[in-house]
């Protein structure tokens, strides 16, 4: 299964603290519905070549929801009429800050078979929310209308929690709250990437994160049954204790075909960084099938950064099935050059040697 | 069966007491919580126990007595318990209504008496003394404690016929406390001792009074005739035992017996059953005989210790001879020596 | 969702308007059992149970054995004496009754263990002023992880009773005070979502006979997400490891009287203790349950 990144807009109405999005020159495109119905055109077409492929439509943003409900339904519209024998290898997911969910967009999900929705939270005050001054209260207020929408028709929802440096004074204070709020996890702690100098306050070291990690991560084993729904935690047992591989694209080391960033404007590319930093081009979806963005000959330096970790850099780590050198995108923020390693590579390998093998009392054996 | 404390004072001061040295450092507001005793009582439950020796201190002086004892006769247990017999003419009414229609082998008391002529007492604690024995009655067993040769018990037989009180004397020999000062028997006075209660065998048997003696007694004290004598009336049950009683005090904390109460102190909260709080304390006692038979020389090498049939007296004897004698003969005493 | 249970004080003017509901009542006086017994029956209500509130001890109330018919709640301020009561056990221990004792009385935690490990159901009702959260944290395990059988102590027991790891439990029934389950009514016949709103005249709802209509109000949803207006900002209660048994209940007490956090913490890990260790057995419940 490929996953397709949809940039549906880069309009936010949230001007978080952590963002890029909304920090970007060209702000405000939306995506036009031509686009998108060339969108399903390309896809009915690809799907018909490769009878056994399916795709996953990521609705994202900016926030995905801007555009309104009419948009989804021309959306919903498209994969009838343009997929009609396809459609049912067409899955979607969104991530959403939920501000802008009305009862509208129910049917709009079901009939997308959306079951459950992406979004993120943050207890810390003026870090999300509207305006110049952040106004957290009104986006939670919104939020949390959303959320009483979602759970009278049965829409599951899970939270991306961006750790920043705001985050390091009480992380199981931030633990208990998320985990309060959704009570069975449903959260995934990810380090904030910061790359100017203006918001570093916000940015976190990865021996910080580990250690934010390391501070959580006793009490989540000790009660994982309260809780299980915690990333990077469950998926470390997974891969570590139970054997099972199932890794996020950042640690796969196979997005390298699987994936397809587009952008307002159609411009494709490997994810929304690569897309952001012009790099990886894989050309514009007016003048490409999706079966030539997927092997467009640019992608061949990151399946090559494989070989090259692994003989050099990451030579002998025992982790390297379960990290293979981390994200490439990482590695070119820190050395301008994707044939390194992540510069968050401390933060999987020092968090399981520090943390998570002494708790656990399993070792992890390539 | 271990002794449960209800309090740590005392309305009297009896001179052989051996529970005086413990009872003069604890504060008079030591007394047993509700707390402690629901705990005991379950304590007491998965441990398999099904009685309560209640001690004190004067245990009555506990302001909650009646409702205490009323619990645990509810949770089921059979209780015994050991007083003075002085308690308010208020308390000792109402113990009487509450307690009139449970069976004495469920609740018991063991009363102890002071001879009237060598240890006086008031006329009011008399009278006290004797209400509480038209109240109960049946349910009492006088006791005794003998801390001087010229002793005297025929004031109990009257109180037996008077009021009808179990027709056995408890009689104990006043034991010294490790280390400290009391009035009690020396091991060289319990022959005296032994011949002198004898002397009253001719109206016990008259009277039909059976002896219950108390621990600490070596057998080779008794003549045949007495040990005879004895194991008439009492079916040969009777041991020349000292063995670890078990004391647990209102703050939970425990000790082998009154005269041992400042060796290897701990807490019922350190063990998980009365069995475990046994193991620890016999385990005390046997290392203490290892390095003394009894309170006798001849202890050691006797035949009668050898095959278990006598214990060879009050250990408190022994822990007296080591303190004195041979401070550094054993760890546990020498610490006890250099702490105390 | 089941129907409500109403919770009215017993005023015979309003019976005939709850013919055929489930009812608690509050009654000043036992003697008015049997009044209520009739009414009850002339009207088809069903009696779910009867608070009776009183400043006297347990061990000076006359109980009676004509009261077995009955599901019964007294509150009282102590069990005052133990042999007192006793002498009533063999009346009291066939009624369905549970005694109710709040933390505003410092006896209450000794009286509920005593009447607990001697069989008697109780409850506890927490008033954040004036709780001891320490004695409370001793009830608390005495109530769920002492080995010795003892009769069920709430909130302790409900919880258990209810608690899913991955769920909110609100133990607010066994007070009666939970408008997903209880519904109060006034004299007057108005619904309200709870006692204390039930005094205040914004707390008034609807009419009674608007009652099948209830769970359509704004108020009332409202009221069942009312645990997330403690996340709209990071309240302490929010960041709580306890939040999800206790649910902000003690937040306007915290400040005076801070030891919540410890004790629900200690609560939720004694609560998945006693379950661990009871997986395998059921206990059966004798009499009523909130």
Not at chain 1, 321 to 339: M, Y
Not at chain 3, 252 to 279: Q, Y
């Amino acid at each position: 299964m490929a996953t397709i990144i949809i940039k549906v807009t880069e309009k936010c109405n949230s001007n978080c603290r952590y963002c890029d999005v909304v920090r970007k020159e060209n702000t405000g495109k939306t995506m036009s519905l031509d686009i998108i119905r060339l969108l399903f055109q390309r896809t009915n077409e690809y799907l018909l070549d490769n009878p056994d492929e399916t795709l996953d439509f990521l609705w994202h943003g900016g926030e995905p929801l801007l555009p309104g409900a009419a948009y989804y339904k021309h959306i919903i519209d498209f994969q009838k009429n343009y997929c009609p024998d396809t459609g049912n290898r067409i899955s979607h997911s969104i991530q959403t800050n939920l501000t802008c969910f009305t009862e509208e967009f129910v049917s709009i999900f079901n009939a997308m078979g959306i079951k459950s929705v992406g979004t993120s939270y943050d207890p810390e005050p003026h870090m999300r929310g509207p305006g110049k001054n952040i106004d957290t209260l009104s986006y939670n207020k919104k939020f949390i209308r959303a959320l009483k929408i979602l759970d009278k028709y049965d829409i599951g929802w899970g939270m991306i929690y961006v750790v920043t440096g705001m985050s390091l004074k009480d992380p199981l204070g931030v633990f208990y709250f998320l985990t309060n709020f959704l009570l069975t996890g449903g959260v995934n702690f990810n380090p904030v990437l910061i790359y100017d100098e203006e918001r570093k306050y916000l940015s976190v070291t990865p021996v910080q994160f580990v250690e934010f990690l390391g501070a959580i991560f006793p009490v989540w084993w000790e009660n994982r049954n309260r809780y299980p729904d915690v990333e990077p935690f469950k998926s470390l047992v997974n891969n570590i204790i139970h054997g099972h591989r199932s890794l996020a694209c950042v640690d796969s080391g196979s997005c390298t075909y699987h994936h397809i960033n587009i952008s307002p404007e159609g411009d494709t590319s490997q994810c929304g960084r690569s897309s952001d930093w012009k790099l990886l081009d894989y050309g514009n979806i007016r003048d490409s099938k999706i079966s030539e963005i997927l092997r467009h000959p640019e992608r061949d330096q990151l399946e090559k950064r494989n070989r090259i970790l692994m003989e050099g850099e990451c030579a002998g780590c025992r982790f390297w099935e379960i990290c293979h050198g981390g994200c490439p995108l990482d590695a070119w923020s820190k050395h301008r050059d994707f044939n390194h390693k992540s510069e968050w590579c401390y933060a999987k390998k020092g968090f399981i040697e520090k943390y998570f093998e002494p708790v656990t009392g399993s070792i992890f054996k390539p | 069966m271990p002794n449960v404390l209800f309090t740590q004072t005392c309305n009297r001061s009896c001179p052989y007491c051996f529970a005086k040295k413990h009872l003069s450092d604890s504060a008079p507001s030591d007394i047993i919580s509700w707390e402690n005793l629901i705990y005991l009582a379950d304590f007491f439950t998965t441990s398999g126990e099904k009685r309560f020796q209640i001690l004190g201190g004067e245990p009555t002086l506990h302001p909650d007595f009646n409702d205490m004892i009323a619990y645990l006769l509810e949770r089921g247990f059979g209780i015994n318990v050991f007083t003075n017999g002085i308690m308010s003419d208020d308390k000792l009414r109402e113990a009487g209504n509450i307690f009139s229609g449970i069976p004495p082998d469920r609740l018991s008391f063991t009363i102890n008496l002071n001879e009237p002529k060598s240890t006086p007492q008031s006329l009011s604690e008399t009278e006290s003394i004797k209400r509480f024995l038209g109240t109960f009655c049946e349910r009492i067993t006088p006791g005794f404690n003998i801390y001087r040769l010229d002793f005297d018990i025929s004031f109990i037989f009257q109180y037996i016929n008077e009021y009808g009180l179990n027709r056995t004397i408890r009689v104990g020999l006043a034991h010294p406390i490790a280390g400290k000062k009391n009035k009690f028997i020396q091991p060289g006075d319990i022959k005296k001792i032994i011949d002198r209660f004898y002397s009253f065998v001719p109206v016990m048997e008259r009277l039909r009074i059976k002896p219950g003696l108390d621990c600490g007694f070596p057998l080779c004290r008794f003549s045949d005739e007495q040990l005879g004598w004895l194991y008439r009336n009492t079916g040969g049950h009777y041991d020349f035992g000292c063995a670890p009683v078990i004391d647990i005090g209102p703050d939970m904390s425990l000790w082998p017996c009154f005269p041992l109460s400042d060796f290897h102190k701990k807490s019922v909260f350190d063990f998980n059953s009365i069995r475990e709080i046994f193991d620890y304390y016999e385990d005390i006692h046997r290392k203490i005989r290892v390095e003394s038979g009894g309170i006798y020389e001849e202890c050691d090498n006797c035949k009668y210790r050898e095959e278990d049939l006598c214990k060879g007296g009050c250990q408190a004897h022994s822990l007296n001879r080591f303190l004195n004698e041979y401070p550094v003969r054993m760890k546990e005493i020498y610490q006890f020596a250099s702490n105390g | 969702m089941a129907e409500h249970f109403l919770v009215c004080d017993y005023n015979p003017k309003i019976l005939k308007r709850i013919r055929d509901r489930s009812v608690v009542f509050f009654l000043d006086s036992l003697s008015k059992l049997y009044d209520l017994e009739s009414d009850a029956r002339d009207h088809h209500i069903h009696i779910h149970c009867v608070i009776y509130e009183t400043k006297k001890s347990l061990s000076d109330i006359i109980y009676k054995p004509e009261w077995s018919k009955f599901p019964i709640a007294i509150v009282s301020p102590s069990l005052g004496r133990l042999s007192s009561f006793l002498k009533m056990a063999s009346v009291i221990k066939k009624l369905n009754i549970r005694f109710y004792f709040r933390t505003d009385y410092e006896n209450c935690y000794r009286d509920i263990r005593i009447l607990s490990s001697l069989g008697y159901y109780c409850a506890v009702i927490i008033n954040g002023k004036t709780v001891n959260w320490e004695e409370l944290t001793d009830l608390m395990t005495y109530a769920l992880l002492n080995v010795v059988n003892h009769r069920e102590i709430l909130p302790f027991s409900y919880v258990t009773r209810y608690y899913h790891p991955q769920n909110r439990t609100d133990y607010g029934a066994v007070y009666f005070d939970d408008a997903s389950r209880y519904i109060h009514l006034t004299g007057e016949g108005m619904l309200a979502l709870s006692r204390k709103q039930m005094n205040s005249v914004n707390g008034i709802l609807l009419e009674l006979d608007k009652l099948d209509r209830i769970t359509q109000e704004k108020a009332y949803k409202e009221y069942l997400y009312r645990w997330q207006e403690f996340f709209l900002e990071p309240t302490p209660c929010a960041c709580c490891k306890g939040w999800r048994i206790c649910l902000g209940k003690y937040a306007d007490t915290i400040k005076d009287n801070p030891g919540c956090r410890d004790f629900f913490s200690e609560f939720l890990e004694a609560v998945d203790l006693h379950l661990k260790k009871r997986e395998n057995t059921t206990k059966e419940e004798f009499i009523w349950q909130p």
